[in-house]
């Protein structure tokens, strides 16, 4: 952890904000040459602004590294605040930062991190689901451009309260010195976010009159480095504006001697800022009127990009509690919605508090009693090649044949590779008198790296195609799912859990009482079918 005092903005380095905070990282490995290199998804986790900072107030910085990959890491960042006289501390602000290791021309082969605690483990696991997300995030954006209507109200909006684009363009050149490098003679990452935090803040303040906050960074992406003796030119306008935010674009190029012609573009942002007033409620913005071509481009995406943070702090950053059971679908968000249902599985994995409520011809059951939710995890060993056992259980349309609470199932939409979702038909159970159905959405994954389990991922979701009927008593699952683990050459670990909702919650009870053994029955007979189906796998997973 590092404590350091706020200064005022006169430092040699500025003010230390959110960029600052970022780019200390740079140096954390002095063996390994680190290129930094924001991921684009970074606001899902955090490049967000929780508080401000005055001078004089403690900044305790918190970094971890959550996952090695093959020669980029995920490091997690936490910045506290404190007050000496009264002894407060509040949360400041939150990031994710991936970076790549490389000596000279050549990457570095990084060592696997082992996760001890469960908040360490549940990092782990999900820092996978992560990097996925930032590896697709450029077909996200393409794909909510290509096939959702983004709506350009400009036409109806009051000119005389829009402000031209290129009246916020800002452009600013920068001279790397010694004291901007480190030993390397790399510029720091945290200069380089300063000095584009600066012109981001002066073309915020040209559409608002006014000093505007910094409220979230969407990316932060570094292309390239840059030397001690390199010329920065810094480039910033408003994209786009809505009704209390504004998002900010930022792009810095570099180059050596005046006379140089070509420029190398080596960093670019996205910032979303505020303007509050006198309490700190955030005040209502001008319209922005792009400039045709790259201006009104740059607005459809800035809005494209408005729908993903919208999409993402309801499905993804929301508290369990606060979330309904079943989340609607929509393609635009369907990246979000896989991501969701499978870090939710993998942190419900994750846990350490897993209690072994009984043991039956070597399947336990486990239970985790926690203050809103009680779940529980069936566990077995099964001779099955894993990637066998993977596949068959991923065809769900096959679970019927083992699973006797599903009467039917049918394949609703195939999304991609990884997703689809169904409705499965379920007999009544208990004194139920409607059978029930479920329309949910199964996510698969392959493991990322060695230890890591294959994953089927459930979760409930609503479809206007496949609305509540009278016929059926509309079930859900908040989460479920299988993970299943190598232990040895065709020996695999099944595992099934289940976060159990308030309709399921009686029978949960009841068989972990040891009142009813129908979990065991149909574990058992997952076992079986397991075992008579590993050679006759369904020929449309065989690719996997």
């Not at 930032?134 to 909510?144: H, S």
Request: hydrophobic fraction near 35%; aromatic fraction near 8%; glycine fraction near 4%.
């Amino acid at each position: 952890m590092t404590s350091i005092l706020s200064t005022p903005l006169g430092h040699s380095y500025g003010e230390p904000n959110l960029c600052h905070v970022l780019g200390l990282e740079e140096s954390a490995m002095p063996c390994q040459r680190l290129r930094p290199l924001f991921p684009p998804s970074s606001s899902l986790e955090g490049s967000r602004l929780l508080s401000l900072l005055s001078v004089g107030q403690v900044v305790n910085i918190k970094a971890k590294v959550n996952r090695a990959f093959n020669s980029s890491m995920e490091v997690g960042i936490q910045v506290a605040s404190e007050d000496l006289c009264s002894e407060k501390q509040w949360s400041v602000c939150k990031a994710l930062a991936t970076f790549v290791a490389h000596r000279e021309l050549s990457r570095v082969k990084l060592k696997p991190i082992a996760p001890r605690t469960e908040e360490e483990k549940t990092e782990h696991s999900v820092a996978a689901e992560r990097r996925r997300l930032r590896l697709v995030y450029a077909d996200t954006i393409k794909d909510l451009l290509a096939n959702c209507v983004i709506q350009d109200d400009l036409e109806s909006r009051d000119c005389s309260h829009t402000v031209p684009a290129e009246k916020t363009r800002v452009e600013s050149v920068e001279l790397v010195l010694p004291p901007h490098a480190n030993h390397q003679g790399n510029t720091f990452g945290g200069q380089i976010m300063a000095w584009m935090e600066n012109v981001a803040t002066i073309a915020a303040s040209r559409l608002c009159r006014a000093h505007p906050t910094l409220k979230a960074i969407e990316m932060f992406h570094f292309r390239g480095p840059s030397q001690v003796g390199d010329r920065l030119v810094l480039k910033a306008i408003v994209n786009n504006t809505f009704k209390h935010s504004m998002e900010v674009g930022v792009c810095v190029e570099a180059y050596r001697q005046e006379a140089e012609t070509h420029r190398r573009h080596i960093n670019s942002a996205f910032m979303t800022f505020v303007v509050l007033d006198a309490d700190d409620q955030p005040q209502t913005l001008p319209w922005i009127r792009p400039q045709p071509g790259d201006g009104e481009r740059r607005y459809r995406e800035a809005s494209a990009r408005k729908k993903i943070r919208l999409d993402r702090k309801y499905i993804v950053s929301c508290k369990q509690a606060e979330m309904p059971l079943s989340v609607p679908w929509d393609p635009s968000n369907q990246v979000y919605l896989s991501y969701n249902n499978v870090s939710s599985l993998k942190m419900l994995v994750a846990k350490d508090d897993w209690v072994l409520s009984s043991e039956t011809n070597q399947i336990r059951l486990y239970t985790l009693e926690e203050d809103k939710f009680l779940a529980f995890h069936l566990e077995m060993l099964v001779h099955v090649d894993a990637t066998q056992a993977f596949l068959l259980l991923s065809d769900l349309c096959r679970r019927p044949e083992w699973d006797k609470h599903c009467r039917s199932v049918e394949l609703v939409q195939q999304v991609d590779e990884d997703d689809a979702i169904y409705h499965i038909i379920s007999p009544a159970l208990g004194g139920d008198t409607k059978p029930q159905d479920f329309v949910v959405l199964a996510s698969r994954r392959k493991p990322c790296d060695n230890g890591d389990p294959y994953v089927i991922a459930l979760r409930s979701v609503t479809l206007p195609t496949h609305r509540e009927t009278p016929e059926y008593r509309r079930g859900e699952t908040i989460c479920s799912g299988f993970c299943f683990w190598r232990e040895g050459d065709q020996l695999t670990k099944v595992s099934y859990y289940n976060q159990a909702t308030p309709g399921f919650l009686n029978y949960v009870t009841t068989n972990v009482a040891g009142l009813s053994s129908e979990f065991y029955t149909t574990f058992k007979a997952c076992e079986q079918f397991l075992l008579d189906n590993r050679n006759d796998l369904a020929p449309s997973l065989q690719t996997l």
